[in-house]
């Protein structure tokens, strides 16, 4: 399978479901856009979904099939996916969720209600540009990987370390972050904290942060499309050749239009 387009530029639009990430989400991936070689901008807020059958719409898909899905999947999800992509092929799409503790058990049955808004209103080809990804347990989990930034915005005395473990096995990180700073707003300090976020530094740890890092890889594989000998030295920074992935990313890895099967 070849190259679907030869781009010089590629560009990353992501609908999301907080407002903080609404704001200021691009600013996590500051760190690829530096390369010169993307940009990162939010395209679309919408609210969380559940496995759920809700006011079930039967609809024509692009490639003519019929797919039943919610009425506001069609509108929130897969219009705004289909939107960024149509005539543009050096975009891609980025879908991103919390995937809190409670909801790990229907893990794949919320990825499938996603996968299916997405594929109902692309074409074949449009649907390996785009990816569902997962926070976990949510966006606040990664803040304890660089806890820097969390110090220098909370102004915490004493310092927070670090975490020891895995930060996607945390619990309740939000309620962690309260404990630490009973005033801490999610939207107000965590527009800030994402800001200084150091993605070297939180994917720097090769056995943690599977879901992160297949979000990062995924990115990455889409730049190596179109600039394979520019990511090597990517690759290397976020542990890519000897990291933990999420096999969510791995799967959608190997759905990129450019990339062959097996690989």
């Given at each position: ?36 070689m993307c940009h990162f901008t939010v395209v679309r807020r919408r609210s969380q979904r559940s496995p759920r059958q809700e006011?079930?719409?039967q609809i024509p898909t692009i490639t003519g099939t019929q797919k039943r899905i919610p009425d506001r999947d069609l509108e ?128 720097a740890r090769h056995n943690t942060c599977a879901a992160l890092r297949g979000l990062v890889a995924w990115c990455i594989a ?42």
């Open positions: 399978m070849t190259r679907s387009a030869d781009c010089d530029f590629i560009h990353f639009g992501i609908i999301v479901t907080g407002k903080g990430e609404e704001q200021a989400l691009p600013e996590l991936f500051r760190t690829l856009a530096a390369t010169g006011h079930l719409a929130e999800i897969g219009a705004p996916a289909r939107g960024f992509l149509t005539g543009k092929s050096c975009n891609f799409v980025l879908l991103i969720d919390d995937l809190e503790h409670d909801r790990r058990p229907i893990a794949e049955q919320v990825y499938e209600r996603y996968r299916r808004a997405l594929d109902a209103a692309l074409t074949q080809e449009q649907q390996g540009r785009a990816a569902v990804h997962f926070w976990v347990p949510m966006l606040e989990a990664y803040y304890f990987a660089d806890t820097a930034a969390i110090n220098s915005i909370l102004n915490l005395t004493p310092p927070c370390d670090d975490a020891a473990d895995d930060v996607e096995l945390l619990r309740h990180p939000k309620g962690d972050l309260k404990q630490l700073m009973p005033g801490f707003d999610e939207v107000e300090h965590g527009v800030q904290i994402l800001a200084r976020l150091d993605l070297d530094h939180m994917l889409a730049l190596r499309c179109h600039r394979l000998s520019a990511c090597h030295d990517l690759e290397t920074r976020f542990c890519l050749p000897n990291g933990i992935l999420s096999p969510l990313a791995q799967n959608q890895i190997a759905m990129l239009p450019c990339v062959p099967p097996g690989k």
